[in-house]
C-alpha cells in the first residue's frame, strides 16, 4: 500500500489547490518528519484502527479523525488541552447535546456544500458520467452550502462561552467565519458585474451588475418583460391590432424562445457566478479553518461515542513530563480486536527505566498481538483520543516505529537480509530517547550466528540510544544473552498446556510449538507420512 506523503503537518481538510472533495484517508508528515511513517502505518494496521474507533458524524469529522491517527500529535500541552475538552463534555450533558445538535445539523448540508466546492453542474438534459457530476446549474448545491454555513455559525453564536480553551477556540473560530468574504459570497447578495462576482460591501451603486438569484425563477425579469409589454400595447394601438393578427404564429416563436430561456439563464449563473463563487470559497482560509474547527469538535464527540460503545473499559491516558519514552500500562487491551469481544485479555506492562524489552513465546500465542495493542494505544493516546485500559500513563513518544520481517524486493538487490537491514538502520537513525521502536524479529535472512552477531549490535545501539526498544522473538539464546548481563526485561506469552492464555509473564519462553501448528493445519510429519504412503 503506498501512503501519501505531504508536506503539511498538520494539512487542512480543505486544500485550496485541491479540484475534489477532501478524502478519508491517511496522509503523512514526508519521511522522517512524523510520529508514524508510511511502513508504520502499513504495519500498524492504522487504517483499520481508523475503521474500529470512527463514530463521527461529518465526513469533515471522518477525514480529521484519519488526520489524527496518520500524523498523530507530538506535544504534551496539545493532548492536555485535547483531553481537557473531552473531559469538560464528558461532565457537562447539556455541552455535549448542544455541540452534537450543532454537528448532526451542519451533516445534514454537508453534502451540498462539497457539491457546490468541487462538483460539475451539467444542466437538466445531461446525464452524470462521473462521481463528481451532477444535474442542473448547482442552485441547490448554493442554498444547500447557506444553510450550512448559517446554521453552523448561528449555532456557534447561540452557544455560551466555554471556559475549556480547545473547545472555546474551536467555537471561536466557527463564530468569526461571519466575518470573512467567504461568508458573504454564500449568504448573499452576490452580484455579477462586467468582469467579476461582487458581494454587497464591494459593490458601488453606480456599477451596473446582475444580482443572483439561486433559482430559475427570475420574477423581476419575467415582471420587468410583462410590464414593458403592456407599456408597449398600451401607448402603441397599432399593436394590438398586429398582436390579435399573428397570435397564432406568435406561439411558434415564444414555445422556442421559452425552452431556451432555462439553459442560457441556467448557464449564465454557473458559468459567471456559482463557478468563479466557488473558486474564491474553496480558496478562502476562514473556509478551511471553519471545516477544521467542525471536524475537529466531531472528533471528540466521536471519541466519547467510541468510549460510550466499547464493551470494556477505556480511558483517558495520564501524560508523564516529557524525557526518556515511560508507559506503564494495566489491562491494556486491542481496541480494533476487543471491539467484538468482550473477553479479549487485557494485559500490563511497563516500559519504564529498561530500555529493552524482550517478548518470547511460540507462535500464536499473541506476542504479535500485544506488540500491535501496545503501538495502537501509543497512536490513539497520540491522535488525543481513549485507550482500551484501566489505567494508562505515558510520555509523548516523537517517533512510533513498527518492524516486521520482509520479503525482499526483485529490483532492490539486496535479498531479504539487506531489505530488512535497511528498514532497521532507518529506524535507528530516526530514533530518540523519546521514541518507541517495536521490532517483530531482527537479521532475517542470514546464518543463525551472523543473526545473533548482528542483532546483539542494533539491540545495544538502541540501548544507548535511549529509547524504548521492543523486540519479539523465537531467539532465546539472544535473549538469555542479554538477560545474563542484565539489560532489558523479558517476557512471554503464558500457555496452559497446548492453549495460550494470552497472559504476558515474566521469563523466556524455550518452547516451540511448531508440532502443534502443523498438526491443527495438517502437515506435520505424520500427514506427510501418511500421504506419501497413500493411508
Known amino acids: 500500500m503506498s501512503i501519501p506523503q505531504h508536506p503539511e503537518a498538520p494539512f487542512t481538510i480543505l486544500a485550496a489547490d485541491a479540484v475534489t472533495p477532501p478524502e478519508i484517508a491517511p496522509r503523512l508528515a514526508p519521511s522522517g518528519s512524523g510520529v508514524i511513517d508510511g511502513e508504520g502505518f502499513r504495519v500498524m494496521e492504522v487504517a483499520r484502527l481508523f475503521t474500529s474507533v470512527r463514530r463521527t458524524q461529518t465526513h469533515t469529522g471522518a477525514c480529521v479523525l484519519y488526520r489524527s491517527l496518520s500524523q498523530p500529535l507530538a506535544e504534551r500541552e496539545a493532548l492536555v488541552a485535547k483531553q481537557a475538552a473531552l473531559r469538560r463534555l464528558d ?11 450543532l454537528v448532526n445539523t451542519a451533516a445534514i448540508h454537508e453534502k451540498g456544500l462539497y457539491d457546490l466546492l468541487y462538483a460539475r453542474f451539467i444542466g437538466l438534459m445531461g446525464q452524470p458520467a462521473s462521481e463528481l457530476e451532477r444535474e442542473g446549474y448547482g442552485y441547490g448545491a448554493y442554498n444547500d452550502s ?19 480553551p480547545y473547545l472555546e477556540q474551536r467555537l471561536q473560530r466557527i463564530r468569526q467565519f461571519r466575518h470573512s468574504r467567504a461568508w458573504a459570497l454564500l449568504r448573499g ?33 419575467l415582471l420587468g418583460g410583462v410590464a414593458l409589454l403592456v407599456l408597449a400595447m398600451t401607448f402603441v394601438p397599432m399593436l394590438l391590432d398586429i398582436a390579435s393578427s399573428i397570435a397564432p404564429a406568435l406561439w411558434l416563436f415564444l414555445l422556442p424562445i421559452a425552452l431556451l430561456y432555462i439553459p442560457m439563464a441556467g448557464s449564465f449563473d454557473r458559468d459567471g457566478i456559482i463557478y468563479p463563487l466557488r473558486l474564491a470559497v474553496r480558496q478562502s482560509e476562514a473556509m478551511a ?44 487491551r486491542n481496541p480494533v480486536l476487543a471491539q467484538e469481544n468482550p473477553d479479549y485479555v487485557g494485559n500490563d506492562i511497563t516500559l519504564d527505566g529498561e530500555r529493552l524489552t524482550f517478548i518470547t513465546g511460540p507462535n500464536s500465542g499473541g506476542k504479535t498481538a500485544f506488540s500491535k495493542t501496545l503501538a495502537q494505544c501509543q497512536l490513539l493516546a497520540q491522535a488525543g483520543g481513549f485507550v482500551p485500559c484501566l489505567r494508562l500513563e505515558l510520555s509523548v513518544a516523537d517517533h512510533i516505529d513498527y518492524q516486521v520481517p520482509e520479503t525482499s524486493q526483485l529490483a532492490d538487490g539486496e535479498g531479504r537480509f539487506g531489505t530488512e537491514l535497511k528498514r532497521t538502520r532507518d529506524l535507528f ?22 543473526k545473533i ?52 509473564v515474566p521469563g523466556i519462553s524455550r518452547v516451540s510449538h511448531a508440532d502443534r501448528i502443523a498438526r491443527k493445519i495438517g502437515f506435520s510429519r505424520e500427514d506427510i507420512d501418511r500421504h506419501l504412503g497413500g493411508g
Open 91 to 101: 461532565q457537562d450533558a447539556v455541552l455535549r447535546e448542544q455541540l452534537t445538535a
Open 146 to 164: 447557506a444553510a450550512f454555513v448559517a446554521s453552523l455559525v448561528e449555532g456557534a453564536e447561540k452557544m455560551q462561552a466555554v471556559d475549556t
Open 189 to 221: 447578495p452576490v452580484y455579477r458585474s462586467e468582469q467579476q462576482v461582487l458581494v454587497a460591501s464591494e459593490k458601488p451603486w453606480y456599477v451596473p451588475a446582475v444580482r443572483f438569484r439561486p433559482s430559475l425563477f427570475k420574477p423581476f425579469a
Open 289 to 332: 479553518d471553519l471545516m477544521d474547527a467542525l471536524g475537529e469538535l466531531d472528533e471528540l464527540l466521536g471519541f466519547l461515542a467510541w468510549r460510550d460503545e466499547f464493551p470494556l473499559p477505556a480511558t483517558l491516558p495520564v501524560w508523564l513530563e516529557d524525557g526518556p519514552h515511560r508507559l506503564r500500562a494495566e489491562a491494556m
Open 429 to 450: 537513525l530516526r530514533a530518540s530517547e523519546r521514541s518507541l521502536v517495536i521490532m517483530d524479529e531482527l537479521s532475517e535472512g542470514t546464518t543463525h550466528e551472523e
Open 453 to 504: 552477531n548482528i542483532s546483539r549490535s542494533i539491540l545495544e545501539g538502541f540501548a544507548r540510544k535511549g529509547c524504548s526498544a521492543l523486540l519479539i522473538t523465537h531467539n532465546h539464546e539472544l535473549v538469555d544473552d542479554f538477560s545474563r548481563r542484565r539489560q532489558g526485561q523479558t517476557l512471554q506469552v503464558e500457555f496452559a498446556g497446548d492453549h495460550p492464555t494470552y497472559h504476558l
